[in-house]
């Protein structure tokens, strides 16, 4: 299978996924009631809010670079989709292949209001968290094909996608004027999930016969999915359908609390050293969801030795290749022996730890160095924050710096928001790329960003009230502070 088959699969995988959490830049811009999500020992800068519905948050996190995409060669330029793309110039940078995971939220309400010396928030959100690996085989079938004398070990190879309601209260309280701490409960309900569990995954091959070695699960809680047994209770592979949402379906997919049960928990704390200088830490989203609803999982274990097609080479315009295959996925599934069960299975969220340190010189300008620490699996990814934040707290605020992750890429951050009455407006994003670099073909040319992997986007709307005021203490004690 050459790889001008399938690189254009794993194009389109890309750009499908380029969809969470919310940006470090909101981290110190307290005037934005949000900054609450990213610490829940955050009090926001008002008396109250509410979170108008469609505030989102976009999120890709991945251990490719843009540039690695583009190639060039005797002054062309190349991309995965042609020939002389060489796979084997990023493949060599991963150590168990090539991550993407994509984030989304949406808001559907979110409240908060403060009372005597706490601070009160429930929210509703609707989230996608998904975690996909591809290994390092991937790139070499790409670019070589299946050799002779190649092992290709796709054990790595991973999927954990979850769609899931969210939601949550939390609480914040100042102990004293320098130390505060919160925590948030989360109730999650589960829409659908796919989780992959592969301890083996191997393709050898010769120049007599292939040999597939396969272990592993394959579990699904798809509502839409539907998978039969055969009579000696194997997997159907060929039954593999998708169906109808009846009323009742989409019911319980729209209304949280019905199925697929799950709960996590936010911590936070905060300690104000003194007038200009504070610390702070948070643990985000411990929990995770148990599914019990629509399942579909498949359990397969064997080894498949494919020996190739017999062809009578006088008469190949009457082979019939459909059958042929149907004959290959057939043996593949005697051997393999795919076994379905409806077996409740786990998934866990990400979780995120979050530390900084910040100095703040006066009421409105705060500069800030921020620590984000993801768990994926058994793995976890380093990032970076150095912001400025300027928030007069009344009409607007602003904050620029960067974002550095430790894979080396380096990018800009940028964030905003503006007051109209009650009415917020918010804007925020992370990664934005600070280097570009021209690309010519034949007599045209584009600009494109270079050295970028990641992206992060916030946008929504909020009602504020009591804003002049904080705790007792003016925000903004006269414009002539400015």
């Known amino acids: 299978m050459k790889k001008y088959i399938l690189t254009p699969i794993f194009t389109a995988l890309l750009a499908h996924v380029a969809m969470a959490q919310m940006p470090m830049s909101l981290y110190y811009m307290e005037n934005i009631p949000q900054t609450a999500t990213l610490n829940v020992a955050h009090q926001p800068r008002c008396n109250g809010y509410v979170a108008l519905p469609g505030g989102t948050s976009f999120q890709l996190e991945t251990n ?48 908060g209001w403060r009372s005597g010396n706490g601070y009160w928030t429930i929210s509703i959100n609707e989230r996608l968290q998904a975690n996909i690996g591809l290994p390092n085989a991937i790139f070499d079938l790409l670019d070589d094909g299946l050799a002779d004398g190649s092992i290709l070990n796709f054990t790595h190879l991973r999927t954990n996608v979850k769609a899931f309601h969210e939601i949550s209260a939390g609480y914040s309280h100042h102990i004293t004027e320098q130390i505060t ?71 319980n997919l729209l209304i949280p609390f019905v199925h697929n049960p799950g709960a996590a928990i936010d911590l936070g704390f905060d300690y104000k050293i003194n007038d200009n200088f504070s610390i702070s830490a ?29 062809l009578d080479l006088n008469n190949l315009k009457d082979v019939d290749y459909e059958d042929a295959f149907d004959e290959i996925r057939d043996s593949v599934e005697n051997c393999m022996s795919p076994k379905l069960n409806t077996k409740s299975f786990t998934t866990m ?52 710096g960067l974002d550095f992750n430790v894979k080396g890429h380096l990018a800009a951050n940028f964030g905003w928001s503006v007051n109209m009455g009650p009415l917020q407006l918010y804007m925020l994003t992370d990664y934005v790329p600070i280097t570009y670099r021209k690309i010519k073909s034949n007599d045209d040319s584009v600009v494109l960003p270079d050295n970028t992997a990641d992206f992060n986007l916030a946008i929504g709307l909020n009602l504020i009230f009591g ?10 004690n006269a414009y002539s502070d400015f």
């Not at 589960?190 to 083996?200: E, H, Q």
């Not at 010769?206 to 997997?235: C, M, N």
């Not at 705060?366 to 984000?372: A, E, P, Q």
């Not at 990814?381 to 607007?396: E, G, I, R």
């Open 467 to 476: 804003a002049k005021g904080y705790h007792n203490k003016p925000m903004i």
């Open 349 to 400: 969220l990400n979780p995120s730890i979050y530390i900084s340190g910040a100095y703040t010189p006066n009421h409105y300008l705060t500069i800030g160095l921020l620590s984000r620490t993801t768990i994926l699996n058994n793995t976890a990814t380093q990032d970076f924050d150095l912001s400025v934040n300027v928030n007069p707290y009344k009409c607007f605020s602003l904050m620029t």
């Open 282 to 310: 948070a643990v985000n989203d411990l929990g995770f969801i148990v599914w019990t609803n629509k399942l579909n999982s498949i359990h397969a274990k064997g080894s498949y030795k494919f020996d190739g097609l017999k």
């Open 181 to 251: 701490i919160g925590g948030r409960f989360k109730y999650l309900s589960g829409i659908g999930a796919v989780k992959t569990d592969i301890s083996k995954f191997q393709i050898t091959t010769s120049r007599d016969q292939w040999q597939v070695e396969f272990d592993g699960d394959i579990h699904a809680s798809v509502p839409i999915l539907a998978i039969y047994e055969k009579e000696d209770g194997t997997a159907k592979l060929d039954s593999i359908e998708t169906e109808d949402l009846k009323t009742k379906d989409i019911v």
């Open 64 to 111: 490719l670079i843009l540039k690695e995409l583009l190639q060039e060669k005797n002054g062309k330029w190349y991309t995965p989709i042609e020939q002389e793309f060489n796979y084997s110039d990023i493949n060599k940078r991963f150590k168990k292949g090539l991550r993407l995971r994509p984030e989304a939220n949406v808001t559907l309400l979110g409240i």
